[in-house]
């Protein structure tokens, strides 16, 4: 075993199966760049307040570059050994610019460059999240403008409740995404601050800057708190839980699209690129995509859990539990980014069966409450015309008919002041032409919201 850069105070030769245990690399060298901007800030810094000589600080800040290129280029060779990124990155600093390399540890601890690398590896991908919410967004939308008068039968406990816009219900996930959007804009907040000068946990002696090298890197403000800034994960535990409420959001639209797709309901179909098909049954065309991204929040779920009771009974500051803080983020960014990408390709692909869906509102009660409302115009009271139409409806369903087959002179025995006109009201697309109320689906409305909802990916 090699001597540990931590090893002064220890005498015995490290264990493998335990050195192993505790080595970080395995899932931490996603941060390797993270690190390297990290270490470059804080020896800038270290230099602009004198604590290292110009002369010193050039050397590392040159092999730090180095560093920065090689990754790019061909990757870096990190071992177990070294334990985690901080200490790959020191080593391999020293091979390039030999042991001034160790004086880039002034003033600052794996601690707060820890917390520096995560912080710094949200804040980058948060702006890319956001502009993947928007494209799904904007998908929505443009299939919502290509079907404001595509009627489709409205749900309650999944029954048919009233007849709606294809329109107004894509624009209803439209919503949700928005909401995901400002959650995962308001993530920035607790994610742009630095906690690079907190040190181990008590800040330092040396006279450090620590706005300087919280400006350098891009923060808006170093933390207040250097207890706090060493031992706080909240931004980690807002991004997976926003991560987690978009989940929810995708998954929802996930299991109407599988159901849709399938032969009862036939409302679409999936373009053929996002579905698949069985190595036995020829005839398949499943909805795997759909599927996979319902069954992908499951992980996400967890990762927020997982992270959520680590953090639980932790005291302050910095406790080793929180190495486990990283790889839940890291899946939750590789699984929201193509599972959002996704949606986005098969929201614009879809195929709308137009006729199916407006049949499934012909053939139903859907219509009922027009009728309902229809005998309140006429000065029946609502809740007699409510048990009124359910009697219609209960006798429609043992003779099969349907509430436009009833005849008006039987109508005209129910209320004498019903006439042809009751015929109109009952059809579907007026019972959507005239929910004119704000947010409603009247597709004056639909209309509307479209209007708005793209005002409002611009702002995005
Ligand atoms: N690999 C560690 C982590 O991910 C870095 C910080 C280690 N600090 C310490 N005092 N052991 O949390």
Redesign the pocket.
């Given at each position: 075993p090699i001597k540990k850069m931590w090893g002064g105070r220890f005498e015995a030769a490290g264990d493998q199966l335990v050195d192993t245990f505790g080595a970080?690399i395995g899932f931490?060298q996603a941060m390797a760049k993270e690190d390297i901007m990290g270490s470059l800030a804080h020896v800038k810094m270290l230099k602009a307040t004198k604590i290292l000589s110009a002369a010193d600080a050039d050397q590392i800040i040159a092999g730090l570059e180095k560093l920065a290129d090689r990754l790019e280029k061909e990757g870096l060779p990190f071992t177990v050994e070294n334990?985690?990124?901080?200490m790959n990155i020191e080593t391999l600093l020293t091979e390039e610019i030999g042991p001034v390399a160790g004086k880039l540890h002034t003033a600052r601890?794996?601690?707060d460059?820890?917390a520096t690398d995560l912080h710094l590896y949200v804040k980058k991908r948060l702006p890319k999240i956001v502009d993947l919410l928007t494209k799904l967004q904007t998908a929505l939308v443009d299939k919502a403008a290509a079907n404001v008068k595509t009627v489709m039968p409205g749900y309650t406990h999944m029954q048919h409740a009233q007849p709606i816009s294809y329109g107004h219900y894509l624009l209803a996930y439209f919503q949700m995404f928005q909401r995901d959007v400002e959650r995962f804009q308001f993530n920035m907040k607790h994610t742009d601050i630095s906690p690079l000068g907190a040190a181990?946990l008590a800040g330092t002696t040396f006279p450090i800057d620590r706005e300087l090298s919280a400006s350098l890197l891009g923060f808006a403000a170093p933390y207040a708190n250097s207890l706090d800034a060493v031992s706080d994960r909240d931004f980690a535990l807002e991004f997976l839980s926003n991560a987690s409420i978009l989940m929810v959001h995708l998954s929802r639209l996930c299991e109407e699209l599988i159901y849709w797709c399938s032969y009862e309901f036939g409302y679409i179909e999936l373009a053929d690129q996002y579905a698949t098909g069985s190595s036995i049954m020829p005839q398949k065309k499943n909805p795997d995509m759909a599927e996979l991204i319902r069954g992908k929040t499951g992980r996400i779920f967890g990762d927020l859990t997982g992270l959520l009771t680590v953090m639980k009974g932790l005291p302050l500051a910095?406790n080793?539990d929180?190495?486990e803080?990283?790889e839940g983020i890291f899946d939750a960014v590789k699984t929201i980014v193509p599972s959002l990408q996704v949606m986005t390709g098969m929201i614009r692909t879809l195929h709308v069966n137009k006729k199916k869906m407006e049949h499934a509102t012909h053939n139903d009660f859907s219509n009922a409450t027009e009728l309902a409302d229809y005998l309140a115009t006429k000065g029946v009271p609502f809740r007699q015309a409510h048990e009124i139409v359910g009697e219609l409806v209960l006798k429609g369903l043992k003779t099969g008919a349907n509430l436009a087959d009833i005849p008006l002179e039987q109508y005209q025995q129910i209320n004498p002041q019903i006439t042809a006109d009751v015929y109109e009201v009952l059809k579907p697309h007026v019972a959507i032409a005239r929910r004119h109320s704000l947010g409603g689906t009247g597709f004056d409305q639909v209309k509307e919201q479209i209007a708005a909802a793209r005002k409002i990916i611009e702002k995005n």
């Open positions: 970080s931490d334990e985690d990124i901080h601890s794996r601690n460059q820890v181990a910095y080793k929180m190495q803080d990283k």
